[in-house]
């Protein structure tokens, strides 16, 4: 099927930023919509970001600092995180819903890379 390998997180300063990417492989596909999540200890996992129809959207929390991409040639999504805050620590998940070739659904998630903002 689909499978999401994520990099890019680790530890920043306040004020820092990072660049997370997931990266897919397997079978054909088009992505119907990518998302960022996020999950703190205690907490639910949260939408972070989405795009989707060549549209994005964002939580309050984020928006003005988060931008979110996809490459299609490279097969890679993107969360570009500026001026982070420590409220921003947690696991962040990528997770793409798209279509095989045959238009079968499908629904991936990424393994979760960690980003904690401290200084």
């Known amino acids: 099927q689909v499978q999401l390998v994520e990099s890019g997180g680790g530890l920043v300063q306040p004020g820092g930023s990072l660049r997370l990417s997931c990266a897919a492989s397997?079978?054909?596909?088009?992505?119907?919509?990518v998302g960022w999540y996020r999950q703190a200890p205690g907490k639910q996992r949260d939408l972070v970001a989405v795009?989707?129809?060549?549209?994005?959207n964002y939580a309050d929390s984020v928006k003005g600092r988060f931008t979110i991409s996809r490459d299609n040639a490279k097969n890679t999504a993107y969360l570009q995180m500026n001026s982070l805050k420590p409220e921003d620590t947690a696991v962040y998940y990528c997770?793409?819903?798209?279509?095989?070739?045959?238009?079968?659904?499908?629904?991936?998630w990424g393994q979760g890379t960690q980003v904690t903002v401290s200084s």
């Open positions: 997770n793409v819903q798209g279509l095989h070739s045959g238009l079968t659904r499908f629904n991936s």
């Open positions: 397997g079978s054909t596909f088009v992505a119907v919509a």
């Open positions: 795009i989707s129809g060549g549209r994005t």
